[in-house]
């Protein structure tokens, strides 16, 4: 479970990018999370992932307490999650299957374990014939799935997505949110910012939607634009 109570974000620049929200989500979830630039969805993605820390509020993701946790306990925290960004961020100089296994080599899994996770998650999201490829021989659609599948090799609680689709077209999107609502499917929560109405609007889920650093709307099934 996530759970933010009354949180707010400074930065030092004294903007407030959030204030005072506060926001439930089960496991099991798939939430939209949508606004216009600068409402401060980045904010809050990266809040979950303790990328930031609260200027003031709480919030627990599962079963860590995100403000009084140690710097050392982050790492385990960041096992129960998965992120995935809009520009990808895998490694240029690694191959596909490098990449992917890279999280579970630094915690110090065996060779073989790598490799039939690696295996596993490559043929989830159908890339099994570009093991050995390198980033930039890849589509941007190929990379994405690479990003996901380094996401949840360890079969994380919770997969966060930051703009997704955000450098991809139409069909490709559409494939990235098959390999998400199946993943969501399984059990994992899928909490994704967008801008991208078409996807919000045809795989309707609920929707969060930040204005000014608040939760305006937050709405089951709802659609991307709504009469106000
Ligand atoms: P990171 O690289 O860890 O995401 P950065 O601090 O480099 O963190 O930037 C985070 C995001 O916030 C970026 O998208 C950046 O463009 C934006 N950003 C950084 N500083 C400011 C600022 N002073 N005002 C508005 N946006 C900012
Ligand atoms: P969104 O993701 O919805 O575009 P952000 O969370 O990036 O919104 O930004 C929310 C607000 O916080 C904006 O006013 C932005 O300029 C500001 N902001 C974002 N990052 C920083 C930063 N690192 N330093 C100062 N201000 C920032």
Do not use: C, W
């Not at 009354?6 to 926001?23: D, F, H, P, Q, W």
């Not at 919770?158 to 689709?165: C, K, M, N, R, Y």
Request: charged letters at 25%; zero cysteines; a negative charge.
């Amino acid at each position: 479970m996530i759970k933010l109570l009354n949180v707010t974000k400074r930065y030092s620049n004294g903007v407030e990018a959030l204030k005072n929200v506060s926001l439930t989500i089960e496991q099991g979830e798939f939430v939209y999370l949508v606004g216009q630039s600068g409402a401060g969805k980045s904010t809050l993605v990266k809040l979950l992932y303790r990328q930031l820390v609260p200027t003031e509020g709480f919030i627990t993701i599962n079963n860590f307490d995100l403000r009084l946790m140690r710097e050392r306990q982050v790492p385990k925290l960041r096992r129960t999650l998965g992120v995935v960004f809009q520009d990808f961020k895998l490694l240029p100089k690694m191959t596909v299957s490098e990449n992917i296994g890279y999280a579970l080599q630094v915690i110090g899994k065996s060779d073989e374990e790598i490799k039939t996770a690696v295996t596993q998650v490559l043929a989830e999201v159908g890339l099994s014939d570009q093991a050995d490829h390198f980033p930039d021989e890849l589509s941007g659609g190929q990379q994405q799935r690479v990003a996901i599948a380094r996401a949840i090799i360890n079969d994380p609680k919770t997969l966060i997505a930051d703009e997704p689709t955000g450098n991809l077209d139409p069909q490709t999107s559409n494939d990235i949110m098959a390999i998400l609502e199946r993943i969501n499917a399984r059990g994992t929560t899928v909490i994704m910012a967008t801008h991208n109405q078409q996807i919000v609007d045809e795989l309707p889920h609920r929707l969060v939607e930040v204005a000014n650093g608040t939760i305006i709307r937050d709405e089951q099934g709802g659609q991307y634009t709504h009469e106000l």
